[in-house]
């Protein structure tokens, strides 16, 4: 038990590395954004034309990775890596084909859907919003395609060059700010987009040549790709209704202060940052492994890779989660605050991702309890529970948004993610039986007071440093404080002997 333990930290640390230098590539490309364009209208407008783009994109990511790797493990223990090859490929063609149509389509109604999610914009918004995205949308296909190709590299365990495909999208927009933002404005980050669909494929392309055959198949009635489809649609409408609460948030920002879309777009880009380091690694290697256990058809046997998987998400998240709470302003000042992003603007998107960051270990944990129902074949009930923390989070942006305005937007979606895990918690115990022992919940106890612990540790010392504005303070600041209260949270866990840590250690010693 020990050594799978180490091997999943071992391998999971391996993957969080290459999402760290690419996540950490794109935490640049936002500094270098809010550089050259700031807080105003048109980075409103770039911002919503993006979104609009890559909410298909999410939804087809959805649908491809919930049932695309366990259909493929299913497959190539059946047939064989070349059969499993083979129903990829139709899949890939289908997808393609499917992208295609909703490119199409979203091109011609361009105004219409600008008009109907951001019905706030004064018209030169909306002009500028409606002109970007028919730019991105042709790039729509060569992401599906790269979607598709990432996930089959992830079901045969080749992590790496998966999670290199975010690279290109920043080297793009890096290069068109800072070299073509002069002549062009921001019509040159959409063209960035553009570029970097295309360039995703080529990222994958050695990789992909060693472990997959391309066979040409376009099949859309094939039973195979039916029970793709099967699996596929819960997931597809679980991820449209995540989609759907930030559509609402942003239709709700979209009346409020210019500037305030914006302010929550640069707070959540660190908020997917902090996920894409400290989640996607782990689920994605958990996934894998849980969908393999499932094909025993053995319920019991996936209970050790939770345990493990949950232990070691909450160990990485609790303490980065309470340091980032109490310095969030701080963060917000050194990842954006030069340029044309000016001190209120600092303030304002400081305080945004505060209620943001509070709601990060939910949306963890929801995004690896999906990846559960997902291994065991069942997208139905991430869906439903998505559509009731839905419910709850319309309801919670009307209601704060009154008394708190943008904040409340933000908080809003932290509570109806914890509502979430709540819910998810509750199925999976109904679903697989003594899911949750007693010794893994004394685990996260003790795992929750070394995170306290460090949680006062930053406090005390925050407010007895100087407030200091200029970044080489800030940074300082953020050093001294969030190392001490590091070193605090560390030895804490030594001696309450948390094993997610003894687990990582032991991992690190052996490097």
Known sequence: MSQKKDKLVSLTLSVTLIVLFSKGIGFIREMIMANYFGRNWITDAYNSAYSLFYLPILLFSSCITSALVPLYIKKEAALGRDGANRFASNALNVFLFFSLVVTMAMMLLAPQLVHLVYPGFDEETFRLTTYLSRIMYPALIFFVAGIVLSTILNAQEHYIAA??????LSFALIFAAVFLSDSFGIYAQAW?????????????????????????????TDPDFKALIVLAIPALLSMAVNELNHMIDRMLASSLNPGDISAMTYAFKLI???IGVLVVPLTTVSFSKMSKEAVKKDN??????IHRSLSLLLFAILPIVMMAAVCSEDIIRLAYGRGQFDQESVKITGAVFLFYV?????FGVRDLLNRVFHSLKDTKTPMIIAVV??????????ILRKYMGVYGLAFATAIAAFIGVVLLFSRLSARISNVFTRSFIFECLKILLSSVLALITCMVLFSVMPEETNLLSTLVRLFAVCGASAFVYLAACTILRVSASKGFVNMLRRR
């Open 272 to 274: 997917t940052f902090m």
């Open 300 to 305: 019991s046997s996936i209970i050790p890779h």
């Open 163 to 168: 999670q290199l495909t975010g690279l290109p």
């Open 358 to 362: 509070v709601g990060v270990p939910f």
């Open 192 to 220: 960035g987009v553009f570029a970097a669909g295309v360039l995703q494929i080529v990222i994958l392309y050695p990789t992909l040549k060693k472990s997959y055959r391309y066979s040409f198949s376009l099949k859309v």
């Open 389 to 398: 923390s839905m419910a709850f989070n319309i309801a919670l942006n009307l």
